[in-house]
C-alpha cells in the first residue's frame, strides 16, 4: 500500500463530492452502531485507505490521508453525527492545542479532566511518532476525531524526503496500554525499513528504564556517559556510531551493527536534562511528556544504555500494513486478508445504506471493488 508523496490539491467538484459521500455514509455507520464504532472503523488503516477510495481519491497517494481528514473536517456535523475533529495538515496541526477546548466545550460540554487528556493524547501520539520512533519520517499532518464520552482517534502523517514516501500512523484511545507501549492500531509505509529506533516495543523496556535512570540521576554521571562513548569509540576520528560499530571496531559491539547510521547528537541541551532531573518522572512516558525531549535527547539516552550499559532497544520497523510488498500468496508474507475482507463488507454496507442517489451509490460501490482487486492483484517479490 503504497504512500507517495503528491503535492497540489484535489480539484474543487472533487472535493465537493467527497463532502457529501462522506456526510451519508458516515452517519449511516454512526447511526447504526455509534460514534465510538466509527472512530474505531477510522483507526483501522485499511477501512481508512478504502473509505478514500470509496469517496474518490486516489488509493495510493499520501494526498489520501490529507484530503479525506479535510474532507471529514467539512462534512461531519456535531449534532448530526456526534463528533468532532480539530488539527490538519502542516500549520493547522499546530492549532490543535486550540482547537481541541473550543470543539470540547461547545460541541459536547466535556469537564476540564476529559479535555485535558484529549490534550494530553494530541500532545503525546505526535511525540511517540516523531521522537520515540524514528524512522526517518517527519510529521507533516496530525487530526484527532472524538465524540461525546472523550473517546477519540489519532490519525498522523509523515513525510521522507529521501524516498519521496509519506507514512501514517493511526490511534485508539481504546486500543492503549500506554502511550510507549506498542500504542498504534495501525501504521501504514510502503516499505520496512531496517534501521528504525522503535522505543515503544515491548523489546525496549529495560532501555527505557535505563534511559530514566540515566535522566533522573546526577547530570555529572550522564556527562561522564557521554564523555566515555567518546573516548572509548572515537579513536581521534569524528564521532560517529558508523564509527564506534564498524565491522573493524571492537568485537564486543558487533551486535549493533544494525544501527550503524545513527549518530550521537552532536550537541546535548544540559539545560533540558538539568530540568528532567528536577522533574524526577517515575516512567518513560512521563519523561517523554517534559517539554524539550525530542529525538536527540531520546536518540542520546537510548544509545548511551545500549553502548556503554548493553541495555538495548529495538530496531525493528513497528510498520504493520505493507500490502505493496505481500501477496495473496503468502509471499514475502501474507495480507491480512480476514481483516481486510470485513472491512470492505463493513463499508459496503453503509454505502447501500446511505441517504444518496443510486448513480452516486453504484460508483461508489465500483471504486471500493476497484480497490479490492488492487490489493490482491499486485505482483509479489
Known amino acids: 500500500m503504497n504512500l507517495p508523496l503528491h503535492g497540489g490539491h484535489a480539484p474543487h467538484y472533487l472535493v465537493k463530492r467527497m463532502i457529501k459521500l462522506s456526510h451519508c455514509i458516515s452517519k449511516v455507520v454512526i447511526d447504526e452502531y455509534g ?65 481541541i477546548p473550543n470543539l470540547a466545550e461547545r460541541n459536547f460540554n466535556l469537564s476540564s479532566r476529559q479535555v485535558d487528556e484529549l490534550l494530553y493524547a494530541s500532545k503525546m501520539a505526535a511525540k511517540v511518532d516523531n521522537a520515540a520512533i524514528q ?71 529495560n532501555n527505557q528504564q535505563l534511559c530514566v535512570d540515566l535522566a533522573t540521576g546526577d547530570t555529572g554521571v550522564l556527562k561522564s556517559c557521554v564523555s566515555k562513548v567518546n573516548s572509548t569509540f572515537s579513536c581521534k576520528r569524528e564521532i560517529t556510531l558508523d564509527n564506534w560499530l564498524s565491522s573493524d571496531g571492537p568485537s564486543k559491539y558487533a551486535n549493533f551493527g544494525r544501527i550503524q547510521n545513527y549518530e550521537m547528537p552532536r550537541k546535548l541541551d544540559w539545560d533540558l536534562f538539568r530540568r528532567i532531573y528536577d ?5 518513560y512516558e512521563q519523561l517523554l511528556s517534559i517539554a524539550g525531549v525530542g529525538p536527540a535527547a531520546v536518540r542520546a539516552l537510548s544509545l548511551i544504555g ?11 520497523d513497528p510498520v504493520k500494513y505493507n500490502f505493496a510488498h505481500g501477496g495473496k500468496d503468502g509471499v514475502p508474507y501474507p495480507v491480512a486478508r480476514q481483516t481486510y475482507d470485513e472491512s ?26 476497484r480497490f479490492s482487486d488492487s490489493m490482491f492483484n499486485q505482483p509479489t517479490n
Open 35 to 99: 460514534e465510538h464504532e466509527f472512530l474505531k472503523r477510522l483507526s483501522d488503516p485499511l477501512w481508512f485507505q478504502a473509505f478514500g477510495c470509496v469517496l474518490g481519491f486516489d488509493w495510493h497517494s499520501s494526498g489520501l490521508t490529507t484530503v479525506v481528514t479535510g474532507v471529514l473536517k467539512q462534512a461531519l456535523e456535531h449534532d448530526v453525527h456526534g463528533i468532532s475533529i480539530a488539527g490538519g495538515k502542516g500549520i493547522k496541526s499546530t492549532r490543535t492545542k486550540d482547537d
Open 135 to 205: 524512522d526517518g519520517y517527519s510529521l507533516y499532518h496530525h487530526v484527532i476525531l472524538f465524540d461525546k464520552d472523550g473517546d477519540w482517534t489519532i490519525i498522523q502523517q509523515g513525510m521522507n524526503t529521501n524516498n519521496n514516501m509519506a507514512r501514517r500512523y493511526h490511534w485508539l484511545s481504546d486500543r492503549l496500554g500506554g502511550f510507549v507501549k506498542e500504542p498504534h492500531t495501525g501504521i501504514i509505509s510502503e516499505r520496512r525499513d531496517s534501521n528504525v529506533l522503535n522505543m515503544t516495543s515491548r523489546d525496549s523496556i
Open 279 to 283: 522533574i524526577q518522572p517515575k516512567n
Open 306 to 316: 545500549q553502548l556503554i550499559f548493553g541495555t538495548t532497544a529495538s530496531w525493528d
Open 344 to 369: 470492505i463488507s463493513y463499508l459496503s454496507a453503509a454505502i447501500e445504506g446511505a441517504e444518496m442517489e443510486r448513480a452516486e451509490r453504484i460508483h461508489a460501490l465500483k471504486r471500493l471493488t
